[in-house]
């Protein structure tokens, strides 16, 4: 993935865990595992301690509208 992630690039982090969690519901995802799965990302540049719910939640969000599309909804 070109570029480093942070938690401000919802949309990036949301392609990027679509890629890597094709068949994963994004609502089915606990904040303290979506924590996890973001930090581990490839590309993942940003200090881990800089989220907070708000940033996971748009995460979420953004990666639910494009799990969405990828279906076809």
Partial sequence: ???????????????????KFPDTDPLSVRFT???KWVT???GFADDPKGSNEGKLEQIQM????????????
């Fill in 33 to 35: 595992d979506l924590h």
């Fill in 1 to 19: 993935m070109a570029g480093d992630l942070t938690w401000d690039d919802a949309e990036g982090i949301a392609l990027a865990l679509l890629e």
């Fill in 40 to 42: 581990g990302l490839e």
């Fill in 62 to 73: 953004a990666w639910l509208e494009e799990w969405k599309d990828a279906r076809g909804g």
